[in-house]
């Protein structure tokens, strides 16, 4: 029988975005009958840990940039670490019972899911499951926003990370100390979250104040601004501030989401206008938007496995230790969703523990 923290013990199932709006929306499905088989070229995986980001919470409210997530109906869940359980056909590269990662985009609240094989990135089954559920989305998109954005970076260089309390902004600054970048750092922030930020190593800005830019210019060792600011509100003003707290002339702004045109109440979203639509109509000079499903498409399938298996290794050396904020059971899925709205007290990645034996041992209750 399946062992899982899903709402119905015993049954597989999966979180289900009915209609576009609040944490309500999401209602758990149980599958009817046996599992299908898996599809030649496929592998059925049992999800062990499944992540929980800020584009679940744009796919839910009905802003996300992508077609799959264009109506209701939809499993939210970008990334996971699971184990086959299925091939639809024998693999030279994969076999059953192999744990595996993978960045799906959607799909991966549930206790199984369906992808193709060479999506599947193969991890060992002595990793770190929570760990290892954090790289994907989160410190794959910060990698590429440091390494594979466009941007040179040179010892010395100054960055500004918007959210530097968050999934992404975490990431970025762990990865900065990871890689020896030796990077000048700051990031804007809450008050309350001030001193888990300076624990990054990032000098913290209060993100409501009036005069930011100036502030974070004032910040930087010689007072002329940032080389690049990493800007995941995407609102009029605050790609603004962030263009104004770059150095003139060469300082570049990476866009990297729209949060700000989420309804505050998560309700859905503030605009009828997608998310690209949004960030052209919001051009700035040496402004550019950075997406990793983008940036990692199936013509750079070698790049994305020669930087996840990097962050890994690291991982594995103890050189980088993904900040983990909260780990929740499956059968939370509206309170997930409810922290993501509010992001009280968020600092860091969120991840479900779907494995029941996994969440006794981590004390998932």
Known sequence: ???????????????????????????????????????????????????IAGPDNIQRAGGYPNERCRLPGFTPGYDFVGEVVQLGRPQTSISVGDRVAAMCMIGAHATHIELPVPDLLKIDRSDDVVKVCALPLNYMTAFGMLQRSGVDLAPGSSILIGSAAGGIGTAVAQIVEAFDMKLHMIGTCSPSKFDYVRSLGVAPIDRHDPNLWRTVRNATLDG?????????????????????????????????????????????????????????RRQLPRMSYWGVERAYHQDTRELWEKDFYNLLDHVRSGKLSPKIAKLLKLS??????????????????????????????????
């Open 332 to 365: 939370d899925g509206v309170r997930a969703h409810e922290l993501l709205v509010s992001g009280a007290g968020v600092l860091g990645k969120m991840i479900f523990i779907v494995d029941a034996q996994l969440a006794l041992r981590l004390g998932v209750t």
């Open 224 to 280: 002329q601004g940032v080389d690049v600011a990493y800007d995941a509100i995407g609102s009029e003003e605050s790609l603004l501030q962030s263009h104004l707290a770059t150095r003139a002339e060469t300082g570049q702004v990476i866009a990297i989401g729209i949060m700000s045109d989420i309804a505050t109440d998560g309700s859905g979203m503030t605009t009828e206008m997608s998310a690209d639509e949004l960030l052209i």
């Open 1 to 51: 029988m399946l062992q899982s923290t899903a709402p119905v013990p015993g049954r597989s199932g999966r979180w289900v975005i009915s209609r576009f709006g609040p944490p309500s929306v999401v209602t758990w499905e149980v599958a009817l009958g046996e599992l299908p088989e898996a599809q030649p070229g496929n592998a059925l995986v049992r999800i062990i840990a499944a992540g």
